[in-house]
């Protein structure tokens, strides 16, 4: 993946400056930064990375209890004409995403949004699809996946669970 | 969270969470292009003031504009109240009106814990902006906001409350708050300006401020309430006279060299500068004063977000 993203923005011609990668918290974040760190690897330039939340613009926020806001933080350099990846563990229903667009747009007018996760398990209900994909993997509506990471979970690994209590969609 | 009407039982996981949510806000909007989260778009909140404010209406107007409430200001001097209209009544009619939340300040202690009653079944919640002596528990959320910032932790801290105790709801709602989070409460007052009861409160008394300043990591200055003592000007019937009192219990530039170094002082406002705190220590690094005013909309928004992003929070 990250190869594919060197290839398509930071050593592309028409571009010198990296993209910007925005982890949407809470697994988005460490990915975003295990990308820079893979992107720096190959490319021997590390794009700035952030944590971009996006509790406050879900549409689904009237509808679950209230749940705790997490960590805001965009790089110094700005998103400003700024090439943003977007980076999520698991690409379902799109909704997250659709928030992550709009407080965007809230915090300044990035040149190009792009999208990458680990997993995409299908079922869209919105217009959107991910520029990088770990693993397409096809699922039913009720099965659950979790994506696991060491920095958050002790442990790496994307567990596919049969439907039990509530199929949610994945945060 | 339902109403926010008292810090006195005020869950402290609870507490904890909004002033979270607050610093997560807080950090979120600085620096952005646009100041404003489409959280709580088409909520309605009415703000119901019987006694004068800017900062706590205006605060809460702001945070409710930033979170993309519709913010509709009702003062009882401009309004049907003025016509003998009850209080009940108004409250039924801004819930009919389509209220989601009303935030009350009134002179009477219970104000607003009546007023949650008569919403009940409206399911309008119910903020507190200060009743009469009794409690002002958004104030309390930013003081406690703005002393973690400076502090750190509230745990095992050391907070002096100083002045006029006796008629202060903001102190009633920041000795619950502030030792349900872990820190130690010392008030400092005359004994004409404690209340009743004081003696059931979880807090430390002391009527020698030189004292306990070495000690504290925290000072809360609060102002002499002239209009609520009997008899109209200051020191009528609780103490002998303004000068007086500003020299015992005032917070003047050579008191604040007694503080530690880290201390802060807080003064939730209006301030009468000369009486209870010297101009310059208001103006000192030392000083949170204008901090806690800024850090008041952030937590005001937290409170708008937990009683109403979610409708499940209601049921």
């Given at each position: 993946m990250a190869h594919q993203v060197i290839e398509k923005?930071?050593?592309?011609?028409?571009?010198?400056t990296p993209p910007v990668l925005l982890g949407i918290p809470t697994r988005g974040t460490p990915l975003a930064v295990r990308l820079a760190d893979r992107i720096e690897e190959f490319s021997g330039n590390r794009p700035p990375t952030g944590a971009l939340d996006v509790t406050l613009y879900r549409d689904d926020l009237r509808r679950r209890p209230p749940r705790a806001l997490e960590e805001t933080q965009l790089p110094a350099?700005?998103?400003?004409d700024r090439v943003v990846i977007l980076v999520d563990d698991v690409l379902f229903s799109g909704r997250t995403i659709r928030a992550a667009l709009d407080a965007l747009r809230d915090h300044g007018r990035p040149r190009a949004v792009q999208l990458a996760v680990l997993v995409d398990r299908g079922h869209r209900e919105l217009p959107i699809r991910a520029d990088y994909v770990g693993k397409n993997v096809p699922t039913a509506r009720t099965e659950g996946v979790s994506v696991l990471l060491?920095?958050?979970?002790?442990r790496d690994a994307v567990l596919l669970r049969a439907a039990e209590e509530s199929p949610g969609e994945p945060q | 969270m339902k109403h926010l009407l008292a810090t006195d039982g005020l869950d402290p996981a609870l507490a904890t969470a909004v002033l979270d949510t607050a610093d997560e806000l807080k950090h979120t909007l600085?620096?952005?292009?646009?100041?404003?989260?489409?959280?709580?778009?088409?909520r309605t909140v009415i703000t119901l003031f019987y006694e004068n404010s800017t900062r706590t209406r205006v605060s809460f107007e702001i945070a409710g504009k930033w979170m993309s409430a519709d913010v509709v200001n009702v003062s009882a001097s401009s309004s049907s109240v003025n016509k003998g209209e009850s209080l009940r009544d108004t409250a039924l009619t801004l819930a009919a009106a389509g209220a989601d939340c009303v935030i009350i300040r009134h002179p009477a202690s219970g104000a607003a814990q009546r007023l949650s009653g008569w919403l009940a079944d409206a399911g309008t919640a119910v903020v507190n902006a200060g009743d009469g002596t009794h409690e002002h528990p958004t104030q309390a959320l930013l003081d406690a906001a703005t002393l973690r910032e400076r502090l750190?932790?509230?745990?095992?801290r050391r907070i002096a409350i100083v002045g006029?105790?006796?008629?202060s709801r903001v102190a009633r709602s920041n000795i619950h708050l502030l030792s349900s989070l872990g820190a130690e409460v010392v008030l400092v007052a005359p004994p004409t300006l404690l209340p009743y009861?004081?003696?059931?409160?979880p807090v430390t008394v002391s009527h020698d401020l030189d004292a306990e300043l070495p000690a504290v990591d925290a000072v809360m200055m609060l102002r002499v309430q002239a209009e609520r003592?009997?008899?109209?000007?200051?020191?009528?019937?609780?103490?002998?006279?303004a000068r007086e009192y500003s020299i015992a219990y005032g917070l003047s530039e050579k008191r604040l060299g007694?503080?530690?170094?880290h201390a802060v002082v807080l003064h939730p406002g209006p301030m009468l500068r000369g009486m209870e705190i010297a101009s310059a220590v208001a103006d000192s690094?030392?000083?949170a004063i204008t901090e806690q005013v800024r850090n008041g909309v952030h937590v005001r928004m937290a409170v708008l977000y937990h009683l109403l992003a979610s409708e499940g929070a209601a049921a």
């Open positions: 923005t930071a050593n592309g011609a028409e571009t010198t350099t700005g998103i400003d060491s920095e958050t979970d002790g | 600085l620096g952005r292009e646009v100041r404003k989260l489409p959280t709580l778009r088409g750190g932790s509230l745990k095992d006029d105790v006796l008629h009861g004081v003696e059931t409160l003592m009997a008899g109209g000007g200051p020191g009528q019937s609780f103490f002998p006279s007694l503080l530690p170094e690094p030392a000083s």
